[in-house]
């Protein structure tokens, strides 16, 4: 009988947490995963670029991010925000605000030390990602970004199966042959779990040396064009390597905001106005299915 | 008093797992964990070149490697064993075996297509691990490469647990400051789980342009080397990049065998000995501990 009244209560609590995620989430206007079949592939680097170069459309403290790496945070350093500590008010948690005005959330907010590691197995990162969801004071966002570690594993799903109203994901590859295989992975995932693919970007996709100006394709070239074509997913674009773009994700700044004239910040800048198109076309579809969009909340309303 | 018979039938069930892994594991002589904090260092192609320089010593077929990567399996693909498939016979499923003599088994081998994506949380991929370990006739090998996904998830905590006995860990870093912030996590990981750490191997590390001769430090330099000194862990050495490894791995061919000129070569030759070394200095330690080596053995049979 105990247990039963354990379960229930339990149950209960699950039931509260969704509802207030559902309450937080409807202030924020897009959300957007960004994902990976392998790791290193300049996911977080990708994502704090797009953060700040949304943030640029006059949307200082309107956008956020969520890293949903619980095991190696990187977006604190990449933000300039190492060290930061998350404050708790009687309201709830606050975010933590970069110099650029990006808001953000990471488990490295919540460590002792960076050499701290969290030997947690999938329940425990799942808890996390929920509560970062649910006790955070996200308030009213345009966008919030998701960063999320590599693979098919526990955060993605979780991710996935707590914010079903995602705008869509955007996949991130190397050019390399091996990334290619495992970013045909992220996609089915994407397309199992339902959640629109607004596209494949190509990062780290050849060198071009300063000095004499000869072109290496050091991870290869094309492979996450090649990939898209193979999948009928949209190409987003190629980000060419510069180890500018390194210096600057390890000093803390967007290269997207700090070298403006790089080949790669151009690069980025036509894949950031690909989104928006999708964005709005996604805008688009929604006020045209307005009657279906009723319908759903009917049901939700009648489910209750 | 069902439940209570399932329970018991089932910690028998992985009792006997247990046994059946420790009497498997007996047979491999040494046991070496590649493992990262972030993803994308090139973990995979250092474990393939690893079991690839050892199989030279007259090793062939008695080198293996486990991928233990279930949501993004690469060594297949790198190993030239794309599309291969695990064979079952009466005793048991046998391993793949790579051109070059490398025994080899990984989730990629179970899946339908490259797209299948593994949408599993942690409880299936530990099952996965064991069962690799359990249930596949490895037998007699001198050596047995491990490649972890990175991160200090379900995957290395699995496999740390599993194998107690094993000799240590490889920890590859890229020289990035935002990898080095994370590849401390991998330090503090093995010192907590007790796995002695063989050394840190800094891979990516500059870049010199075949044209002109001039080096760039792509991902910075050096990082591996400071983290090493700071944490006070063996530094094995730098690899640097060269488009001619991505493409090696890209067509399944290790760069140690096939390009013996190149300087990245040269450079993983030189890491190969300080790990022989170390294992050289195992081997002696271990004989000098032979009466406390006695006494586990008689701990561990009193348990029985």
């Known amino acids: 009988m105990k247990l039963m009244t354990q379960k229930k209560s339990f ?60 095991t190696g945070p990187c977006v604190p350093k990449i933000l300039g925000l190492k060290g930061e500590r998350l404050q708790g008010g009687p309201a709830g948690i606050e975010l933590a605000l970069s110099p650029y005005g990006i808001k953000a959330t990471s488990m490295a907010f919540l460590l002792p030390s960076d050499e701290s590691p969290v030997i947690w197995r999938g329940p425990l990162k799942m808890k996390a990602i929920q509560q970062f969801l649910s006790d955070i004071l996200w308030g009213d966002l345009e966008f919030l970004f998701i960063d999320l570690p590599p693979g098919t ?64 394709d050091i991870f290869g070239s094309g492979g996450g064009q090649k990939i898209a074509e193979d999948l009928g997913v949209p190409f987003l674009g190629k980000i060419p390597i510069d180890p500018q773009v390194c210096e600057d994700s390890d000093r803390g700044t967007p290269f997207v905001l700090e ?46």
Chains 1, 2 share one sequence.
């Open 11 to 70: 149950e209960n609590q699950q039931k509260e947490q969704q509802r207030c995620i559902q309450a937080t989430m409807l202030r924020i206007k897009h959300k957007i995963a960004v994902i990976s079949g392998k790791g290193g592939v300049g996911k977080s680097t990708v994502t704090v670029n797009l953060a700040a170069a949304f943030v640029t459309h006059g949307l200082h403290g309107k956008v956020g991010i969520l890293d949903a790496d619980i």
């Open 259 to 304: 070298h403006q004239d790089l080949k790669s910040t151009k690069a980025f800048m036509e894949i950031v106005e690909k989104i928006e198109g999708f964005l709005k076309n996604e805008t688009r579809n929604k006020i045209d299915d307005s009657s279906n969009n009723d319908r759903s909340l009917h049901t939700t309303e009648e489910e209750k």
């Open 153 to 216: 594993g526990d955060e993605p799903l979780s991710i996935m199966q707590l914010l079903p109203e995602m705008d869509g994901v955007v996949i991130i590859t190397i050019p390399s042959e091996v990334s290619q295989e495992v970013v045909k992975k992220a996609v089915s995932f994407s397309r199992k779990l339902n959640v629109p693919i607004i596209g494949i970007v190509e990062n780290m996709s050849g060198f071009v040396c300063p000095e004499c100006g000869a072109e290496y």
